[in-house]
C-alpha cells in the first residue's frame, strides 16, 4: 500500500473502524511513506495505526507485528525491530515475509550469521526479486561482493514495478561505488532515475560517483535535489565534505546545520540517527560528544558500522589506543567485519599511523585506496598524504609488521 493506498485506507477506516488488518496495512503504508519521504513525523503516525491494530486483534496479529519490526528498523531501532520481528515468527513461522523485517534487524545488531540464518529460511519459503535483493545485502555484509553483484542482477530483471526496479538498480550502483567503479555506479544510478524519478537515494549516488570524476558542480546539483526531495542526513553529510573538498567552508553549514535538525526531528518521533550525528561531530564537532553518542550506540547495536564510527571518534578524541579494538572489529572478517569498505580501513590505517604501528597503518591506507580510491573527497587526500609521509618500508628492517 503505497501513498494513494494510504488515503483509501483512512477512508475504509472511517468506515471499519474496528479492521485490524486495514490498520496494519495503512500502518506499513506510512512506513513506507516515511522512508521514501525522510519524513519520520510519518513513523509516529505508523506506530498508531499498527498498534490499533494490535488493540483491535491482541491475538494473532502477526500482520501488526510485523509492521512494528519494519517500523523499528525503519527507525534504525535494531533491538525492538528483532523483538517484534520474534513475535510474528512464533505465530507464522511459514509465512516468506516474517523473514526480512528479521535479517535486517539482525544486521544492524551485527549478527551476520543470524542474519544468514533467516536468509537460508526465507529461501526456503519464496524466490523471486525481493529474495535476491535481501540476500545480496548479506552477502555484501559478508564481503562477498561478486555474490551480491550477481543477485542484484538477477534482481533487477525479475523487478516487476518501476519503483521496485529502481531500487535494485540503485543498490547495484552502491556496489560498484563501494568497489571504485565510477562510471558503472553512474550508469547504474542513472537508470534508477530514469526508471523511477523518486529514486533520491539515487540521485545522491550520482552525487557521489559525478564528484569522484571530476564533475563537481553537477555533483552539487545532485546532491541538492536529493537533500530537497528527501532530507536524510547522510546526504546533508556527503554535500557538506563536498563543499570543503572544494575549500567552500561557509557553504558547507548549511547541509550541516540541515543534518542536525533531521537529527533531533527523527529523535522527536522515535528515530535513532546517533550513527551519523556521532561521525559528523567526530570530524566537524565535538568528538567527545561523538564518543557518548556511538558508546551508547554500541551498547545498543554493536554492529560493523558503529564499530567503526567509535573507533574513529575515540581515536579523534586523543585515544587511540582504545580506538584500535574497534577499528579492529569493523575491518576483521573473524570479529564481524566482513564487509570490504575504504573507509574502514582508512580510519584503522590512521589509527595504526598515530600509534606507530608504521608497517600496518601503510597496509591499510593502502587497501583503502585499492577497495576504493575515490571514496571520500575529503579523506582520499588525506590517505594519500599519510602513506607519503610514511614512505616506504626500510629495507631489511625484518618481517612486516601484522599488529
Not at 52 to 80: F, I, Q, Y
Not at 286 to 304: F, I, K, Y
Amino acid at each position: 500500500m503505497g501513498v494513494v493506498g494510504g488515503v483509501v485506507g483512512e477512508r475504509l477506516l472511517k468506515e471499519r473502524p474496528k479492521d485490524a488488518r486495514s490498520w496494519a496495512l495503512l500502518g506499513a503504508a506510512r512506513v513506507e511513506q516515511g522512508r521514501r519521504l525522510a519524513d519520520p513525523a510519518r513513523y509516529s503516525r505508523a506506530e498508531r495505526a499498527l498498534r490499533t491494530s494490535l488493540k483491535v486483534r491482541p491475538r494473532g496479529n502477526a500482520e501488526a507485528l510485523r509492521g512494528l519490526a519494519v517500523l523499528a528498523n525503519a527507525r534504525g531501532d535494531h533491538p525492538t525491530a528483532l523483538e517484534w520481528g520474534e513475535r510474528a515468527l512464533k505465530l507464522e513461522p511459514k509465512r516468506w515475509t516474517t523473514y526480512p523485517p528479521l535479517i535486517e534487524a539482525y544486521a544492524g545488531l551485527g549478527d551476520g550469521e543470524a542474519a544468514g540464518r533467516m536468509l537460508d529460511r526465507l529461501k526456503a519459503l519464496r524466490s523471486g526479486p525481493v529474495v535476491m535483493a535481501r540476500a545480496a545485502a548479506v552477502y555484501r555484509d559478508k564481503g562477498w561482493r561478486e555474490d551480491a553483484a550477481a543477485q542484484l542482477a538477477d534482481a533487477v530483471a525479475a523487478a516487476g514495478e518501476p519503483a521496485e526496479r529502481a531500487s535494485y538498480l540503485e543498490r547495484a550502483g552502491q556496489l560498484a561505488w563501494e568497489r571504485g567503479d565510477r562510471e558503472d555506479a553512474l550508469r547504474y544510478f542513472r537508470e534508477a532515475v530514469r526508471v523511477d524519478p523518486d529514486q533520491r537515494a539515487a540521485q545522491a549516488g550520482q552525487g557521489r560517483a559525478l564528484a569522484a570524476l571530476g564533475r563537481k558542480a553537477e555533483a552539487l546539483s545532485a546532491y541538492r535535489e536529493a537533500l530537497a526531495r528527501q532530507p536524510l542526513p547522510e546526504y546533508a553529510l556527503e554535500l557538506g565534505e563536498l563543499y570543503e573538498s572544494l575549500g567552500l567552508r561557509q557553504a558547507a553549514r548549511a547541509p550541516y546545520d540541515l543534518l542536525r535538525s533531521q537529527v533531533r526531528k527523527a529523535a522527536a518521533h522515535g528515530a535513532d540517527g546517533n550513527l551519523v550525528l556521532g561521525r559528523f561531530e567526530a570530524d566537524h564537532g565535538d568528538p567527545r560528544a561523538a564518543v557518548r553518542l556511538l558508546r551508547t550506540e554500541w551498547e545498543r547495536q554493536p554492529s560493523t558500522a558503529v564499530a567503526d564510527a567509535l573507533g574513529w571518534a575515540l581515536h579523534r578524541s586523543g585515544r587511540s589506543e582504545e580506538a584500535l579494538e574497534f577499528a579492529v572489529r569493523a575491518t576483521e572478517g573473524a570479529h564481524g567485519g566482513g564487509v570490504r569498505s575504504a573507509l574502514h580501513a582508512f580510519h584503522r590505517g590512521m589509527i595504526e599511523r598515530e600509534l606507530e604501528r608504521y608497517g600496518a597503518a601503510r597496509r591499510h591506507l593502502r587497501e583503502a585506496l585499492s577497495i576504493n580510491p575515490y571514496f571520500s573527497p575529503l579523506r582520499v587526500p588525506e590517505a594519500r598524504a599519510a602513506l607519503e609521509r610514511l614512505g616506504e618500508p626500510p629495507v631489511g628492517d625484518g618481517p612486516p609488521d601484522w599488529s
